[in-house]
């Protein structure tokens, strides 16, 4: 995994999104806080950390690892710096249109 930066006590964010272990879907809470349904919690698949690593070294090979970097922090904004399919969708697009196009995305 690229960064780990949660475990199970400190909140399921880090654990759901940055580590790709759940997926969490938040009520709305339009009406207040007293009104809001439950969580949901959906359990992803597991997956080989060494087929992981590789898809890391075939984006590092194919984009460089500065421009992976980069990848990393816009992906870092919807928590999903540790998935390698967002992150080669990302890098493609920045090569597609470029840094600037994705600022006003």
Not at 30 to 36: F, I, M, T
Request: proline content about 4%.
């Amino acid at each position: 995994m690229r960064q780990e930066d949660g475990v199970a006590g400190s909140g399921s964010r880090p654990i759901s999104r940055r580590l790709n272990l759940l997926d969490v879907i938040y009520s709305e809470t339009e009406d207040g806080y007293e009104k809001r349904l439950a969580t949901l919690y959906k359990v992803l698949p597991l997956y080989d950390p060494e087929k992981l690593e590789a898809e890391w070294e075939a984006l590092a090979k194919k984009f460089g690892k500065d421009k992976v970097a980069r990848a990393g922090e816009w992906a870092a904004i919807v928590c999903e710096e540790n998935d390698p399919q967002v992150m080669g969708e990302i890098l493609r697009l920045l090569e597609k249109y470029g840094e600037e196009a994705l600022k006003h995305a």
